[in-house]
Nanobody, 109 residues
Framework: VQLVESGGGLVQAGGSLRLSCTAS????????MAWYRQAPGKQRELVAT???RTALASSGRFTMSRDNTKNTLYLQMNSLQPEDTAVYYC????????WGQGTQVTVSS
């Protein structure tokens, strides 16, 4: 199983980003999936989850979705704040595979 995250970058506070997670070796629509993040010096934390039978889930400023035709997850992040700065990862929710390299999100004030 390989999970590859992309779409991160540098954005000003209040801006938006959409992250992508492309999977190989698994069918994302058959698994509960999640986005996580890890800020410098902090533990990895859960950001958003999406059940296998769910196409879209919103939690405050973050919306997680999936494109089954591309076997890809997305995380739309709006109204970003400096405290959202972290490396973002996708992985299972409840069961896990090897972690990818993640994608860096940096929010400037």
């Amino acid at each position: 199983v390989q999970l590859v995250e992309s779409g991160g970058g540098l954005v000003q506070a209040g801006g938006s980003l959409r992250l992508s997670c492309t999977a190989s070796g698994i069918i994302l629509s058959s698994n509960n999936m999640a986005w996580y993040r890890q800020a410098p010096g902090k533990q990895r934390e859960l950001v958003a989850t999406l059940g296998a039978r769910t196409a879209l889930a919103s939690s405050g400023r973050f919306t997680m979705s999936r494109d089954n035709t591309k076997n890809t997850l997305y995380l739309q992040m709006n109204s970003l704040q400096p405290e959202d700065t972290a490396v973002y990862y996708c992985n299972g929710w409840g069961s896990y595979w090897s972690w990818g390299q993640g994608t860096q999100v940096t929010v400037s004030s």
